[in-house]
């Protein structure tokens, strides 16, 4: 058997493995899935009626019936509500699970979430290799049911100012939009965003913007495969571009100015909603460091963002376009979970009563994700639940005092909850890993491991600018060739990524190996081999360049741990278990070439 098809099956026998996993974890769950009744609640439903008492009952996940005397089934849990409200679950829009997280931060993302009463989440920030794994680890433990987002920008433009076009598609065209979304569908995302606003919050010019016709292409494309398009926007005049483009959701503020009628008009006419991510506006928000902004000038500009984002919320809800959640949670300031709940109360401050804050944050916002499912508490939805001490509807503060939470009729917060080990602590199950990880002999760009390679460069408008390829050698068979033009910054490099799993999501063990064996030959002052694990663990070792090809072996013991990403903390130790990519990089002085090839990268 080739070591190809020895790397295929053990891949295909692993991933047999977790989806073995995951069915037991559904088995699991429908087996807890016993009726519940929660009995004597002041029930906000969300229509827009106003709240009333009652009692509802919900059997399989779903709402069964609503009513005063409703009589408890046959082994039925009961929960008395007697004072307090039920309403239904909260949605925020736009969130960004971050992969700098350290392993315990992931499923804690998840906790915080239902702490705060939020059972549907949308991701905005997971490149489209890593849905699959992702929602496999979801389903194993207890979490809000996330959607995610297939991101789409010009070249250069906001989100795609990092990463590779397998993260954010780069699309300057309506032939390439069409072709990017068609790219993105066979993922199965559940939406699409698109980066189409190049202002920056007034920080940058806006060069960098999509022009309308590409993004009426991306739009017809999408909602052609079934998929809504959520819109990073920011100025009034794109705004309506947007919504003459038919995007379903502006997702951030408008802020450069006032909304006009003709702004109402177009979002009326396309049925575009509207939400504003005023969480992550705040001008005192603070940055990683815990400081909020020195510069009284940046303080100043987003004072005046800020105004004019309040005021906008409150002028398109009273034309009746729908304001829905969306935070930008994960960003610098920005919380996870408390932020979905600042937003509400951030709503009301705009203008909109707690009540209409409250169907902003489920029916609103359900509605504009196309969930119909849930949103609501009717017979039939989802019973995506929560019991909050107070009347949110009249005290939007009241929503903090959040006493238990359902998602599809489980209990995933509050007293009586019981989570699996996996909301604790992070239980990705290490994979096996074959020897051979490329010789680049596949012709669809995916690695023998049947990962696919990424490239990565230092970030910003001004970036490397790097091309990496499959070519043939003098000898017979092919390598995997990096030529890039370093960017005008101290730190520039170009990089190419070879996953070790899919989505570089699931960790694979390596502790059967003593080290990594490739074949290198480039020309680059600075070239090195990064090996990256779980919580953004790194550990290097250089590597001489040199035109001629030669065999190159670097031991596990000689590799050198470092920080993780953008912290100060201890150095990494080596574990082996917990690997996830081999990233093979070049830097050198600001703005010259470098170049770099490799083959028959292989662990030994």
């Not at 088995?27 to 609640?41: C, E, N, S």
Request: glycine share 10%; charged share 20%; aromatic share 6%.
């Amino acid at each position: 058997m080739s070591m190809y098809k020895s790397n295929r099956w053990a891949h295909l026998l692993a991933m047999l493995v977790l989806l073995g996993a995951g069915q037991a974890t559904a088995v699991a769950r429908a087996g807890d899935a016993q009726p519940l009744l929660i009995r004597d609640a002041m029930v906000f439903d969300g229509t827009g009626r106003a709240a009333y008492p009652a009692s509802v009952l919900v059997e399989e996940g779903r709402i069964a019936a609503i009513g005063q005397q409703l009589q408890a089934p046959k082994g039925a849990r009961v929960v008395n509500a007697r004072g307090q409200a039920l309403l239904p679950g909260l949605l925020d829009l736009h969130t960004h699970w971050t992969p700098n997280a350290t392993p315990s931060e992931l499923p804690r993302v998840a906790n915080l979430y239902m702490a705060a009463g939020v059972t549907t989440v949308s991701d905005f920030h997971e490149p489209p290799e890593a849905y699959a794994p992702r929602r496999q680890w979801l389903a194993s433990i207890a979490a809000p049911d996330v959607k995610f987002a297939a991101r789409i920008s010009t070249p250069l433009g906001h989100g795609a100012d990092w990463g590779d076009e397998n993260t954010t598609r780069w699309v300057n065209s309506p032939a390439a939009a069409r072709a990017g979304v068609q790219a993105v569908a066979a993922y199965k995302p559940d939406f699409i965003k698109a980066f189409t606003d190049g202002w920056r919050y007034s920080n940058a010019a806006d060069n960098s913007s999509m022009d309308e016709e590409t993004l009426s292409a991306l739009v017809e494309e999408a909602h052609r495969h079934g998929l809504k398009v959520f819109t990073h926007t920011v100025m009034v005049k794109r705004g309506k571009a947007a919504a003459r483009a038919g995007v379903d959701v502006i997702a951030h503020s408008l802020q450069d100015g006032p909304v006009d009628q003709e702004l109402v008009g177009l979002m009326r006419t396309h049925g575009t909603a509207y939400a504003p991510s005023l969480a992550v506006y705040l001008p005192e928000r603070v940055d990683g460091s815990g400081r909020t902004a020195s510069k009284p000038e940046v303080l100043r500009q987003r004072e005046r963002n800020f105004t004019n984002a309040l005021g906008n919320v409150k002028a398109l809800h009273d034309a009746g376009i729908p304001v829905v959640v969306g935070t930008d949670a994960g960003m610098t300031g920005t919380p996870h979970g408390s932020s979905t709940l600042r937003e509400l109360e951030l709503f009301v401050e705009a203008g909109l009563t707690p009540a209409e804050a409250l169907v902003a944050g489920t029916a609103h916002s359900a509605k504009a994700l196309g969930v119909t499912d849930r949103g609501t508490i009717e017979v039939g939805k989802r019973a995506d639940l929560l019991l909050v001490r107070g009347q949110p509807w009249q005290r939007i503060a009241d929503i903090r005092n959040t006493q238990q939470v359902y998602v599809a009729g489980r209990q995933v917060h509050g007293k009586g909850a019981a989570l699996p080990a996996g909301n604790h602590a992070l239980a990705l199950p290490a994979l096996p890993v074959a020897a051979l990880v490329d010789d680049f002999e596949r012709e669809d760009g995916r690695t023998a491991l049947d990962t696919l390679r990424i490239d990565e460069a230092d970030g910003g408008n001004d970036r490397t600018v790097q091309v990496t390829e499959v070519v043939a050698r003098e000898t017979g068979g092919h390598a995997l060739a990096t030529q890039a033009k370093l960017s005008n910054k101290d730190t520039a490099f170009a990089a190419t990524i070879l996953p070790l799993s899919r989505g570089s999501v699931a960790p694979v063990d390596a502790r059967g190996y003593r080290g990594v064996r490739f074949e290198l030959r480039g020309s680059a002052p600075e070239l090195r081999l990064e090996v990256r694990a779980l919580g953004s663990r790194r550990f290097v070792a250089p590597l001489q360049a040199q035109p001629q090809w030669r065999a190159v072996e670097v031991p596990f013991v000689t590799l050198q741990g470092q920080p993780p990403y953008r912290a100060k903390g201890p150095i990494a130790q080596w574990k082996g278990d917990d690997l996830q990519q081999l990233v093979f990089s070049a830097g050198g002085e600001p703005g010259s070439k470098v170049w770099f090839e490799i083959d028959n990268v292989t662990f030994y």
